[in-house]
Structures are given as C-alpha cells and as structure tokens.
C-alpha cells in the first residue's frame, strides 16, 4: 500500500493500522484554515453528527462492538459539556475503525471516517479524495493484474520448458529401449 495519497496536490498518509488502511485526519485538517489540527479534529467529534455516524458506523461494521460502552460514549459526547477526544473514543468502545494512540502520531481513521470528517472540513475536497483515492485503487489492480499475468506467463513458460525437457527424456528412453530389443 502507498504511504501517501495526492489529493488534488495535497497528501494524506496512509498506514496499515491492525490490518486496516487507515488515513491521517491531522493531514486532512492542516489542509484547510489556520489552526491546530487537532483542534479541528475534537472540533469535528463534538458534532452530534459526527457521534451518530461514528455510532452507526461501529455498529454496521464491527462485530466486537462494545455496544453498551458505545451507547454510553455517544450519549456523553452527545452533551455539549462533556468533551469527548478520539482517544478516548477508541479506547473506552475498542473501535478498529479510529486509531489516537500518541500525539505524535495524529488521529488516524478508516476510509468512511476520513471522508465523513472531509465532508466536514470541505465537500469539495471529499469529491477529490473519493476519486483520487478510486484511482489509486484502480491503479492498483492493474499493477496487480499485470504481474499476476507476467507471473503467469512466466509459469506457462516453464511448464513448457519442463514438458519440452520430459519430451526429450522420453525420446531418449525409447531410443534406447529399442536398442536394447534390437
């Protein structure tokens, strides 16, 4: 997997978190506006918005979801005068889908999650990522296509050569077997 992806001349990195493609949401909010990322990102996770679609989320596509500790994070975060971080998401509800393990590593999420926070910081920028990011996807198969078929060919080329070999050796055994009864 690429380390980076250009969004319209604007890169977002990439990283296998957990066997999961995951997206850095500081790259994305140091995008747009002046300001810390990070602040933007707890900006985003104190929408009622975003709490719902992250709870929808986990429950379609989570099977170990915590859906007690879930339901009580959303509704907390749901009230404006408790603050809820992303770490403390992630931690508290064991969600594979956000990752904000240090500081020095940002916030990472999964592919709806990112979009869903670009959708918030800009929609036209969402338009962008989706197909740049179908692109590179795309890009992907072809390149795997192709040395699937290169190792392909590569094996029927030795097959060839094998049978070509066991061909002759046959030729051989029966060149001398008719020796031997002559």
Same mark, same amino acid.
């Given at each position: ?64 979801? &915590?859906?007690? %500790?879930? !339901?009580?994070?959303? /509704? ?5 005068? @408790?603050?809820?971080?992303?770490? +403390? ?59 699937? &078929?290169?190792? %392909?060919? !590569?094996?029927?080329? /030795? ?5 070509? @070999?066991?061909?002759?050796?046959? +030729? ?11």
């Amino acid at each position: 997997m690429s380390n980076e992806l250009d969004v319209a001349g604007r890169k977002i990195r990439m990283k296998n978190i957990k066997g999961r493609e995951m997206f850095s949401l500081n790259d994305i909010a140091d995008q747009f506006g002046t300001g810390r990322s990070r602040d933007k990102i707890r900006d985003w996770f104190r929408s009622s918005n975003t709490i719902d679609f992250i709870e929808a989320y986990e429950e379609r596509h989570n099977p170990d979801c &915590k859906l007690r %500790a879930l !339901k009580q994070i959303a /509704n907390k975060a749901r009230n404006r005068e @408790n603050f809820i971080r992303p770490e +403390d998401f992630e931690v508290e509800t064991g969600t594979p889908f956000i990752s904000a393990r240090n500081k020095k590593d940002g916030v990472w999420a999964a592919f709806q999650i990112a979009a869903e926070f670009m959708m918030w910081i800009s929609p036209k920028f969402k338009v962008w990522f989706m197909a740049d990011y179908e692109d590179m996807k795309r890009q992907q198969i072809i390149m795997k296509l192709n040395t699937d &078929k290169f190792f %392909a060919e !590569k094996n029927v080329d /030795n097959l060839m050569e094998a049978l070509r @070999n066991e061909k002759d050796r046959l +030729d051989e055994l029966i060149s001398e077997k008719n020796k031997l009864e002559s």
